[in-house]
């Protein structure tokens, strides 16, 4: 059984940056794909982004290209989201979540969820 558990959330000004962090236990990490997701108040959860096992592969929701960038460790157990030019629109809890399916796979593939992480951009 995969345990994730996201962190490196925060306060930061519009225009500013962060960098979340995902780190995974409990199972083989390395073979499996793994998503950002975010979920605003009073909205669905959405995808952000998603990198494939090996790191080779990733997909971006539009709202994530050309600002946010996702990438992993595998020696580390650990997946990161740096997201850049932040926006109040941004403001969310971001998720983690893994999947043994490809990077295409849609929200419901997700078996595996991490706690959240909640991002806040004032402006």
């Known amino acids: 059984q995969v345990q994730l558990v996201g962190s490196g959330g925060g306060m930061v000004q519009a225009g500013g940056s962060l960098r979340l962090s995902c780190a995974a236990s409990g199972g083989t990490f390395s073979s499996l794909t793994v998503g950002w997701f975010r979920q605003a108040p009073g909205k669905e959860r959405e995808f952000v982004a998603a990198i494939s096992w090996g790191g080779s592969s990733t997909r971006y929701a539009e709202l994530a290209k050309g600002r946010f960038s996702i990438s992993r460790d595998n020696a580390k157990n650990t997946v990161y989201l740096q997201m850049n030019s932040l926006k109040p629109e941004d403001t969310a809890v971001y998720y983690c979540?893994?999947?043994?399916?490809?990077?295409?796979?849609?929200?419901?593939?997700?078996?595996?969820w991490g706690q959240g992480t909640q991002v806040t951009v004032s402006s």
């Open positions: 979540a893994a999947t043994r399916l490809s990077i295409a796979s849609p929200l419901s593939a997700y078996n595996y």
